[in-house]
């Protein structure tokens, strides 16, 4: 068995920026408006450490840098997006059923 280590070592900072943003969201607004919010705050970090990597780490030029970005940032919105939908269903259905109040017993 192989181990697959992620090349980019700045990839960890993202899924913890967008954590601790829907974390801090998620007591204000809704699920999906949450996961939303936090791809917001965390697409910046994304984008520049992306571009980055590519540009001084791999040497290529800027217009490749962002040939190589743009599918990424897509990709990873998409995610977002059907992420933050799925959370949505999940919470409503877990209010609705008081699934929560009965495990928790509160």
Known sequence: MSL??????????GPAILGLAAG???RRVRPFFSGVLAWLVQAPYVAVTDYV?????LQ???QNAWIA???????????????SALAEVIALY???TRMLQRFFGT
Do not use: D, Y
Not at 4 to 13: C, D, K, L, S
Not at 69 to 83: H, Y
């Open 4 to 13: 697959v280590v992620a090349q980019i070592p700045f990839i960890i900072g």
């Open 24 to 26: 801090f969201f998620s």
């Open 53 to 57: 990597w590519f540009t001084i780490f």
């Open 60 to 62: 290529r030029t800027p």
């Open 69 to 83: 970005v743009t599918p990424i940032m897509a990709k990873l919105t998409v995610e977002t997006v059907i992420s």
């Open 94 to 96: 877990l209010k609705r």
